[in-house]
């Protein structure tokens, strides 16, 4: 299993040159079972990536291009009525995928993301007054553009505490882009085919094995003092959530199990909390106006918490 999830982690960087971190971070969240937001100005690959992990992966997969007239039921579905039986059908939305690729996610306004909430956090849609599950596994891919570019709106808090983790990509360097063109040079405009390399069967089973990775007690208190120091942080305007120290562990736990280690250990911690938390202390920042970068400020708690 671990092989076959290393390969597709193989086949990410191949597709997306430069993107090896992304890579395993994409991968880190597809074990621990939750949802991904990848930020980044237009251009660099972040739709490409997350089209990839789904195409490798035979389950159901869909894509939401967010804009600006999108309507809750483009997403969750709707029910319509039928003449001939006098009932009404329910018409289900793209959400009711295993991987749902929500491209562009700030293009539409807060009132259109907070359809995504009960999705994303309960594995449920609620329509008409009729709740449906979601199938396992299910798992939010979100794109956006940097803040602050044209025509976006920022995610509330709420929306963005419901990302296990977020990846920030960039350029690459100069080498790797003039290798990027290479390769375009010699595929030409065709686009690749990707055969899947696991099932949705095997991703349950994997996510189960990263779940039961043992945690000790002194592990889980080094996760909560490193929440509550970032709450401190700022004196005290970062109100991290109690979801937020649960993401930590259960990234750790995936990390662990790709390391095929026996427990989690402090170093899966620091490998995985700037990609866990710096989204959910960025919005805070931007509303006090604090020029502090959540990267940075993350790193800083890390370098500072006693290790256990």
């Known amino acids: 299993m671990r092989q076959r999830l290393h390969a597709l982690q193989q086949r990410l960087t191949e597709t997306v040159l430069g993107a090896e971190s992304p890579s395993f971070l994409l991968i880190t969240a597809l074990l621990a079972n939750g949802h991904v937001l990848i930020q980044g100005a237009p251009g660099i690959g972040k739709t490409t990536l997350a089209a990839t992990l789904a195409r490798s992966i035979d389950a159901a997969f869909s894509r939401i291009q967010f804009t600006p007239d999108l309507l809750p039921a483009d997403i969750t579905g709707y029910s319509i009525f039928q003449q001939g039986t006098g009932e009404f059908t329910f018409i289900p939305g793209p959400i009711f995928s295993n991987i749902v690729l929500a491209d562009e996610i700030n293009r539409t306004s807060p009132r259109i993301q907070s359809a995504l909430f009960e999705c994303m956090s ?41 990302f296990l983790l977020s990846i920030n990509m960039t350029l690459p360097d100069l080498d790797t882009q003039a290798r990027l063109l290479q390769l375009h040079a010699q595929r030409g405009p065709q686009r690749q085919e990707i055969s899947p390399l696991l099932h949705a069967d095997d991703i349950r089973a994997a996510q189960q094995e990263a779940a039961a990775v043992p945690v000790n007690d002194r592990l889980c208190r080094y ?31 995936a990390a662990a199990w790709l390391d095929e280690a026996k427990a989690v250990y402090p170093d899966h911690v620091k490998k995985i909390a700037a990609a866990v938390l710096a989204h959910r202390l960025a919005p805070r920042d931007q509303r006090h106006g604090h020029a502090s970068d959540p990267l940075a400020t993350v790193e800083s708690v890390l370098a500072n918490v006693p290790v256990p």
């Open 122 to 162: 309960e594995q449920q849609v609620t329509v008409d007054g009729v709740t449906r599950p979601l199938s396992a596994p299910f798992m939010v891919i979100a794109t956006q553009h940097n803040l602050f570019s044209t025509g976006t709106f920022p995610l509330p808090e709420p929306q963005l505490d419901r």
């Open 223 to 253: 996760i909560t003092l490193v929440c509550e120091s970032l709450r401190r942080s700022d004196g005290g305007r970062t109100n991290l959530s109690a979801r937020a120290a649960i993401a930590v562990m259960r990234a750790a736990q």
